[in-house]
Every structure is written in structure tokens, then in C-alpha cells.
């Protein structure tokens, strides 16, 4: 289970889909298990990083079993105390994909650095937690942010890249859903809906839905992903100023 930072997304095809529960967090092999070792996964950790986790699914249609591993850098730069006085690894991390074929594996994408530590300031809470998942042929990069909700994307492999094709969030109250968003940037649409039961309960929410158009964005590749922290994709879409 690649763990998240809060919102789950699903998006499949041209419809928008209701976002993962963190109950549906998928299962992954973590560094030093048997499968980890057994696949020979080290082999494409570069110099300076170490495997965190590994999943498996067909990314590319061909019905192979292709791989994404998490890794992480291991510089001894990136320990920081944080201000609880505590030594902590800030060192980022990062995503190398690799296609299963007739010969064995060859790499489809490698981006080291598009996410945060696990480690970061979380401020009055804990920082969200990072899951990925291979649903459907789509890369599932979710973000899980206990009492607070989630946010998601969905990438999936089209003219030589990842492209974005789809964004989930959801802002919680506790256990209480006071809004969502999903976005699917294969039909340019736009679901909102917000709570406007306000004496709610968990379960007891009723929603305002909106839809709307979005613009066309400019292609988001997962290989040109800088950092997700840093990445506002209603400011991209020109929902929100910056």
C-alpha cells in the first residue's frame, strides 16, 4: 500500500467516479519483504536512493504485469531536526515505472523527486499520506489526510507519457463530507458538491451537485511533476487565482 496524501481519485474512461475510501487503500510489497527481494527491484534504484514500496499492475494494455516503485533518496543531508526536537529523514522521493515485455522489464518513467518526505511538518496534525494504486490501467497517486479528507489524480499512459486525465479531492470535517470536487479532463467537466446540511452527522450529509465546464489545460505529464505539494490543479484549470 504506497501510502497518500489525502484525497483518493477515480476516474475511469469519460465518467466521473465516486473517490476511494481509505478502506480501499491497495496492497504493496515494502522494502525487505520476500517479493521485494525476489523481483529484483534493487537493480533499478539509483545510487543514492532506496526502494519503499513496489505495485504492480498493466499500465501500458498489453495484459503484462508492469511495476511502479517508490523510492527514496538517502542523503545524509536530508535528516533535519523537526520542532519537536526530533531527527527526522526529509530526504524527498520519488516514482520509476517500469513496462514488463517479452524480455523482462524496460523503464517507462523515472521522476525522483516529485514527492515530499513522509516526514514533513504536518503542523497541528500529521502529514497526509502518499497511495498509489494501479486501478483499471490508470496510476492512482492519492493523498490521505485522516479527519481533514483526501485528494487524488489519475494518470494514464498515453503518447509516450503519464498524462493526467482526472483529480478527486474531498474536504471533511471529521467524520462529515462538507465538500467535493471531481474533475475529469477527458470530457473538460467538472462535479462540485457541497453540504448544505449543516447539523449533519457522518451519513447524514445532503449535496448541492454542480456541474460545469473546465478549460482545456495544458497536457500534465507525470514526468514533468516537480513536486505535488506545489501543484494547485484549480489554479491550473483557472478555477482559483494564485
Partial sequence: MARLRGVALVIAGCAVVAALPAAAAPQAARAGDPAVAAAGWSTWVPKGHKLVEAIHGDLNKDGQDDAVL????????????????????????????LFKGAEG?????????????????????????LFLEIKKGSLLISYMHGRYGYWGYNFRH?????????????????????????????????????????????????????????????????????????????????????
Fill in 105 to 129: 522489464y524496460q523503464l517507462a518513467l523515472r521522476n525522483l523527486t516529485c514527492f515530499a518526505s513522509e516526514n514533513e511538518d504536518g503542523g497541528v496534525y500529521f502529514p497526509p499520506e
Fill in 70 to 97: 517508490l523510492i527514496k533518496a538517502t542523503d545524509k543531508s536530508g535528516w533535519v531536526t523537526n520542532h519537536h526536537g526530533e531527527r527526522v529523514d526529509r530526504n524527498r522521493r520519488g516514482l520509476i515505472i
Fill in 158 to 242: 498515453q503518447n509516450g507519457d503519464f498524462q493526467l486525465i482526472g483529480y478527486d479531492s474531498s474536504n471533511n470535517h471529521g467524520p462529515v463530507v462538507e465538500s467535493t470536487i471531481s474533475i475529469n479532463l477527458l470530457s473538460n467537466k467538472m462535479l462540485q458538491r457541497v453540504n448544505i446540511n449543516q447539523a449533519a452527522d457522518a451519513g447524514e450529509e445532503r449535496f448541492k451537485e454542480t456541474w460545469s465546464k473546465v478549460k482545456q489545460p495544458k497536457v500534465i505529464k507525470l514526468s514533468g511533476m516537480a513536486d505535488f505539494d506545489a501543484f494547485d490543479i484549480q489554479h491550473e484549470l483557472g478555477l482559483r487565482a494564485p
